[in-house]
């Protein structure tokens, strides 16, 4: 099963938007809506920020937003915060029931 | 709250052995498959294993599976992680996650341990 793909990194002055990409398979992402995404800051554990393509845990910021079309799915932040600056990894189910992550983003505030 | 709490990371030589622990709280543990992922040094997340909750059924990356045995022990709410014939590249920090969506991983894995170390070297 090969990694989801993300882009390597992406920056954005505070209080703009960035959206990062997640690109699968017809075996993974394409086939399911159980797309969800992670903030890790350095040393920390990885956060649980989105699940279900859309859906925001309680307690996420809602600027975070996430959406999916065909086998791409996407995050969006909105209102760039300096707090944001971290990797962000997305995560699909896949037809082997097994988890799949994307190679990770590293999200600069310029 | 949920508690995730890992231990049993090492400095082990290759081709050793080593067991990895994740005591869980908080939550019905035997109702939930639970998982391990890990991260090498500078990578990215790398779903290793999951156990299901309902009847132990368990599943493996490719990059794992015949060396690597996950098991759990609902009494203990304790899973585990056997990692056998360990090599150079298994060397990461080893994270215990529990799904949201409770036997089911689609969902997404809402809690995380702090993470334990495994260094592969001689």
């Known amino acids: 099963q090969s990694a989801l793909t993300q882009p390597a990194s992406v920056s954005g002055s505070p209080g703009q938007s960035i959206t990062i990409s997640c690109t699968g398979t017809?075996?993974?992402?394409?086939?399911?809506?159980?797309v969800s995404w992670y903030q890790q800051h350095p040393g920390k554990a990885p956060k649980f920020i989105i699940y279900?393509?859309?859906n925001r845990p309680s307690g996420v910021s809602d600027r975070f937003s996430g959406s999916k079309s065909g086998n791409t799915a996407s995050l969006t932040i909105s209102g760039l915060q300096p707090e944001d600056e971290a990797d962000y990894y997305c995560?699909?189910?896949?037809?082997?029931?097994?988890?799949?992550f994307g190679g990770g983003t590293k999200l600069t505030v310029l | 709250d949920v508690q995730l709490l890992e231990s049993g990371g090492d400095l082990v030589q290759p081709g050793g052995s080593l067991r990895l622990s994740c005591a869980a709280s908080?939550?019905?543990?035997?109702?939930?498959?639970m998982t391990w992922v890990r991260q090498a040094p500078g990578r990215g997340l790398e779903w290793v294993s999951s156990?299901?909750?309902?009847?132990?059924?368990?599943s493996y990356a490719d990059s794992v599976k015949g060396r690597f045995a996950i098991s759990r022990d609902n009494s203990k709410n304790t899973f585990y992680l056997q990692m056998d014939s360990l090599r150079a590249e298994d060397t990461a920090t080893y994270y215990c996650?529990?799904?949201?969506?409770?036997?089911?991983?689609?969902?997404?894995?809402?809690?995380w341990g702090q993470g334990t170390l495994v260094t592969v070297s001689s």
């Open positions: 996650a529990k799904p949201k969506g409770n036997d089911f991983l689609g969902r997404g894995l809402d809690f």
């Open positions: 908080g939550f019905t543990f035997s109702n939930f498959a």
């Open positions: 156990i299901s909750g309902r009847d132990a059924a368990t």
């Open positions: 017809s075996s993974d992402l394409a086939a399911y809506n159980y």
């Open positions: 279900d393509v859309t």
């Open positions: 995560s699909s189910y896949t037809a082997y029931s097994t988890l799949v």
